[in-house]
């Protein structure tokens, strides 16, 4: 997600476009934005250029970063972690965490098979590792 660019997100129909060589198994993925999320990315300001990272710097910072410069790795593991700590849960890293939590909330709204469908899970035992019944 990280690499996202401005180009790849698709405001008027609410999708996401993820290219072959970012998607983990190497094909394109078109990816529904919810309403809620669609609402909050029309509210955000266009960047100036359609490459520009869509997770990006709003400042410069201290150190090099500027302005546009698109997030690392690192400011999104400091953000997780903060959260983590705030909600006293430990041993969950980055990835499997969002990819468990949107599964287990989507469960409230939406059938086993269509957040199946949703989330690109390819495997039927790669969507039961997030989206177990015990996983509260």
Same mark, same amino acid.
């Given at each position: 997600?990280?690499?996202?660019?401005?180009? !790849?997100? #698709?405001? !008027? @129909?609410? /999708?996401?476009?993820?290219?072959? !060589?970012?998607?983990?198994?190497?094909?394109?993925?078109?990816?529904?934005?919810?309403?809620? #999320?669609?609402?909050?990315?029309?509210? &955000?300001?266009?960047? /100036?250029?359609? #490459?520009?990272? =869509? /997770?990006?710097?709003?400042?410069?910072?201290?150190?090099?970063?500027? $302005? +546009?410069?698109?997030? *690392?790795?690192?400011?999104?593991? %400091?953000?997780? @972690?903060?959260?983590?700590?705030?909600?006293?849960?430990? +041993?969950?890293?980055?990835?499997?965490?969002?990819?468990?939590?949107?599964?287990? +909330? &989507? %469960?409230?709204?939406?059938?086993?098979? !269509?957040?199946? #469908?949703?989330?690109?899970?390819? $495997?039927?035992?790669? =969507?039961?590792?997030?989206?177990?019944?015990? *996983?509260?």
């Amino acid at each position: 997600m990280r690499s996202l660019t401005e180009n !790849q997100i #698709d405001r !008027q @129909r609410g /999708f996401l476009i993820i290219t072959g !060589q970012q998607a983990k198994e190497k094909r394109a993925k078109i990816i529904s934005l919810t309403v809620e #999320d669609l609402e909050i990315v029309r509210a &955000l300001p266009l960047a /100036f250029s359609p #490459d520009m990272p =869509f /997770f990006r710097h709003e400042r410069n910072i201290k150190g090099g970063t500027k $302005t +546009g410069d698109g997030l *690392g790795h690192n400011s999104i593991y %400091r953000a997780w @972690r903060r959260a983590c700590d705030r909600l006293g849960v430990q +041993g969950v890293s980055l990835y499997p965490g969002t990819k468990h939590s949107t599964a287990m +909330g &989507l %469960r409230e709204v939406l059938s086993p098979e !269509q957040i199946r #469908d949703i989330s690109g899970h390819s $495997t039927k035992s790669a =969507f039961e590792r997030y989206c177990r019944a015990d *996983g509260e």
